[in-house]
């Protein structure tokens, strides 16, 4: 594996499972492997998750890890080509990149959709620019279109609590105060589109995903008929994505919080949720607090995605 941005780039499903079981049975099997290599992980936007459960894959690999915070302590950074730079950004992203590949050996990246310019969002144009002038392999870290971590540990904590061969598998918008990029939705229906489990997607009218990430899933707009004999329930919100509401929110209605009148209509479903979550604007308290929450060991598995990337990058 050379670089790590989707789904496209795991290969085949049940190998990279396989893979991130042993991974996560021999967590320090393969220390010899980072043994004098350096991991650089570059932070756009915020994250706890991400930052910690890729700085400890990283530990457990033997690696040195190195994390830089664009936005706290490095210069501001210019990402336009033919800008005159007179203004508050003194260093260019297009010699900031190839001086941040040379003192690393794989550079992880996290650059959110910025709501601008539709077509610099969904051509990630941040993410590409690292592949293309660090010289590294590069991961996503979350892009402005994609979540790859997140989705393969929720693919890794599906398969380890699902009861049959075949489960269904929900994906619910839910509200949120703040427009949030279209990543973890995308990139969640890209990996179950992958798998040959029942996959649904149900959200209010004119929150529309990019059909290339729809896929073969079934949209369902009544969100009871789409909870009903759920194995999985996996809550996001994510602001809309069609023109000419790209990036806004349409609309904030709480009928469709997760909470325990829905999950009662599932097959007693597990609730998933990528973190972090906004309690009784997502998912009401019971239910996040219940014993089908598995947000906790979702969580644990991006150590485990995250160290099976990593060590496919290395070995190659
Ligand atoms: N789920 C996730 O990526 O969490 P962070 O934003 O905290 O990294």
């Known amino acids: 594996m050379k670089h790590f941005t989707s789904v496209h780039d795991i290969g085949d499903l049940q190998t990279a499972l396989q893979k991130a079981r042993y991974v996560k049975e021999n967590p320090f099997a393969d220390q010899e492997l980072g043994k004098n290599k350096t991991l650089m992980l570059i932070f756009f936007n915020s994250s706890l998750r991400t930052r910690l459960s890729t700085q400890k894959a990283g530990l457990n690999l033997g690696m040195n890890v190195i994390v830089l915070d664009i936005n706290q302590g490095a210069w501001k950074l210019e990402t336009e080509r033919g800008v005159i730079m007179d203004g508050d950004k003194p260093e260019h992203i297009l010699e900031a990149i190839p001086v941040m590949g040379a003192y690393c050996d794989i550079i992880g990246v996290r650059s959110f959709a910025q709501f601008e310019n539709k077509e610099d969002d969904y051509n990630e144009v941040i993410l590409n620019q690292f592949i293309q002038y660090s010289g590294k392999p590069v991961f996503s870290m979350e892009a402005a279109t994609r979540h790859p971590l997140q989705s393969f540990a929720d693919l890794i904590t599906?398969?380890?609590?699902?009861?049959?061969?075949?489960?269904?598998?929900?994906?619910?918008?839910?509200?949120?105060?703040?427009?949030?990029?279209?990543?973890?939705?995308?990139?969640?229906?890209?990996?179950?589109?992958?798998?040959?489990?029942?996959?649904?997607?149900?959200?209010?009218?004119?929150?529309?995903?990019?059909?290339?990430?729809?896929?073969?899933?079934?949209?369902?707009?009544?969100?009871?008929?789409?909870?009903?004999?759920?194995?999985?329930?996996?809550?996001?919100?994510?602001?809309?994505?069609?023109?000419?509401?790209?990036?806004?929110?349409?609309?904030?209605?709480?009928?469709?919080?997760?909470?325990?009148?829905?999950?009662?209509?599932?097959?007693?479903?597990?609730?998933?949720?990528?973190?972090?979550?906004?309690?009784?604007?997502?998912?009401?308290?019971?239910?996040?607090?219940?014993p089908q929450s598995i947000v906790i060991p979702e969580a644990a598995n991006r150590v485990v995605s995250a160290q099976a990337v990593l060590k496919e990058i290395l070995a190659s």
């Open 158 to 290: 599906i398969e380890e609590y699902k009861k049959t061969a075949r489960p269904k598998v929900v994906l619910t918008w839910a509200p949120h105060p703040r427009a949030l990029p279209q990543a973890v939705p995308n990139s969640f229906a890209e990996w179950m589109n992958a798998t040959d489990y029942e996959f649904v997607i149900t959200h209010p009218e004119g929150y529309e995903l990019d059909e290339k990430f729809v896929g073969n899933a079934i949209v369902e707009y009544d969100k009871e008929k789409a909870y009903r004999d759920a194995d999985f329930i996996y809550a996001k919100n994510w602001a809309a994505y069609r023109d000419p509401n790209y990036g806004k929110i349409l609309s904030t209605d709480r009928s469709w919080t997760v909470d325990a009148h829905k999950m009662t209509l599932t097959n007693n479903a597990y609730f998933m949720h990528c973190l972090p979550v906004r309690r009784n604007m997502i998912v009401t308290d019971d239910v996040i607090e219940s």
